[in-house]
């Protein structure tokens, strides 16, 4: 488990390289990440055959559920077809799915909901699992540099209680003020009272922190007064 673990991580470093390299639309993504990280994958092609999953509650529940318990407990790359058949208008409709291990107790969501018409390729069977496993890659990654960039603004001081901010938007909703009645370090979030210019009715949610902008506004500081002369 180990190794797939160092791959997963693997996975996130490879798209943090390719955002690093201005890389933005998916099919850069992925290929980029797919060069230097498959190679490292510990997936071994391990077909338990097709199995036979009968048509419809409850026992097309059950079935997959047995197949996909077995598949769950092996190494990864460890896959089962799913076959399933009804009969409709004197003619017999076939489909298939896929249980495949990621390598760490579960089933792989990227060929997990695919339904097909003919048994599949370990090879499309993979490419549509490290595709998604890519996709996530991704999305941790930019989900903890969002952490980052929201933690970094209230621990500068920017966000803080009872900062004001004006000419704000939440969800692509339009407000002349924006006051922070809290924040949550931890989160990276400010809950704001929110004022739209014209209307009396106050409102409160949730924002990222970093995402208050612009900078609150700031008194102007009072000149110093001037020194007294020398008698």
């Known amino acids: 488990m180990d190794d797939v673990l160092d791959f997963q991580n693997a996975l996130e470093a490879g798209c943090r390289a390719a955002l690093a390299e201005g890389l933005f639309y998916d099919k850069e993504v992925q290929a980029f990440v797919r060069g230097q990280c498959a190679a490292q994958d510990p997936v071994r092609d391990n077909h338990l055959g097709i199995r036979e999953i ?30 399933r058949s009804y009969e409709r208008d004197g003619r017999e409709h076939v489909f298939y799915n896929v249980a495949f291990s990621d390598g760490l107790g579960e089933i792989a969501v990227g060929s997990k909901h695919d339904n097909l018409s003919e048994p599949p390729t370990f090879e499309a069977v993979y490419d549509r699992v490290l595709g998604y496993e890519i996709y996530l ?39 002349s003020k924006a006051e922070v009645v809290s924040v949550d370090p931890d989160k990276g979030e400010a809950r704001v009272r929110l004022t739209k210019r014209g209307s009396r009715k106050r409102m409160e949610a949730n924002v990222p922190a970093a995402g208050l902008s612009p900078a609150p506004k700031v008194a102007p500081e009072e000149p110093a007064p001037a020194s007294a002369p020398s008698a």
């Open 54 to 83: 009968p048509y419809g509650l409850p026992q097309e529940r059950l079935a997959r559920e047995a197949v996909e318990a077995e598949v769950k407990a092996a190494p990864r790359g460890t896959w089962a077809t799913l076959r």
């Open 137 to 175: 890659a991704r999305q941790r990654v930019q989900a903890a540099d969002r952490l980052k960039t929201n933690r970094e603004a209230i621990e500068s001081g920017r966000v803080h209680l009872g900062a004001v901010f004006k000419d704000v938007k939440v969800n692509s909703i339009a407000f």
